[in-house]
């Protein structure tokens, strides 16, 4: 067996039900769901995953807010596209 760094090994972290936008308005944890969802992907990337596999519900409500929306593709495009 080789090292777990071989080039044939995928690493896929699963992170379920992220709920972003959970409590939104609250004046304390109002920022609590997004910021763990960036703890999600900065993990990631300091794990040098391949794959992030986002199951259950990446969103608390079936239609975000704008703001947690954009939160959310600001997040993605840095951390996975690089922006």
Known sequence: RGSPDDDDVIRIMVAT?????YE???AVRG??????????LQ?????RVDMLLL????FHDNKPSR????????LLRE???GD
């Open 43 to 47: 993990l990631a990337r300091a794990k």
């Open 24 to 26: 939104e308005g609250h």
């Open 31 to 40: 920022v609590d769901s997004v910021a763990a969802f960036e703890e999600i």
């Open 79 to 81: 951390y996975c596209m």
């Open 67 to 74: 703001g947690t929306v954009v939160a959310v593709m600001r």
């Open 17 to 21: 039900d992220n709920h972003v936008g």
């Open 55 to 58: 199951g259950g519900d990446l």
